[in-house]
Structures are given as C-alpha cells and as structure tokens.
C-alpha cells in the first residue's frame, strides 16, 4: 500500500472536488524519492497510462499517512516488505516467499 505524506494528505482532502491519481502520484514522489521508497507510479496498487497522465489507485486499505514513515524508512529504522506472513517464531517472521526477517521485535500492519 502507498504511503501519504502529510501535505499532499491536507491537499486532497480540503479540495471541493475529488483530486486526480495522476496529481497525488505526482505529489508524492518527492518523499518517496527522498527516502528511498522508489516510485510511487510504480506501486502493485497503481495503474496508469504510458504517459503517467492518467492513474487509478486500488488497495484493499487506506494510505498510511504521516512523515514519520518517511523519515522512519530514510533512516534505516523502518523497512517497508510486500510479503505474506506465514509463521511467526522468536524474532522472526517467515514469509511464503521463503525470506526470513530476522531481529524483529515490533511489527506494523498496514
């Protein structure tokens, strides 16, 4: 799921109109560039056009929103990992792509 920084968040939602998924992307690129979160246009939950002029958003969950994740990610103390659980043990998450996240002590679920 894409993340929000808190500015393009008070944007879209002071608008009197719904705002366009190509303007948020577009929006959101500096943070994600700066932290190191690659492309947002580049997300599974995005779609677009060729040209970047048209998008649609689709996630199952709302935008996580707030500056702290960037600055969390940019600082090495957050990593963001698109994976599905499949067991927990001491420390340890095991994912179903076989990749263990080892010294694990606090989880977020987005």
Known sequence: NLACPRVPCWFVHQGPAPVPASMVLNMLQPMYEISG???????????ASKDRQHAQVT??????????TFLAVAYGKCEYVEDTLKR??????????????EEVTIVLKS
Not at 59 to 66: E, K, L, V
Not at 88 to 101: A, C, D, E, F, I
């Open 37 to 47: 979160m690659g492309d947002p246009w580049e997300y599974h939950a995005v779609t």
């Open 59 to 68: 996630q199952a969950s709302r935008f996580g929103i707030g500056d702290v």
């Open 88 to 101: 927990v043990s001491r420390h340890t998450l095991h994912l179903t792509s076989g990749r263990r996240l």
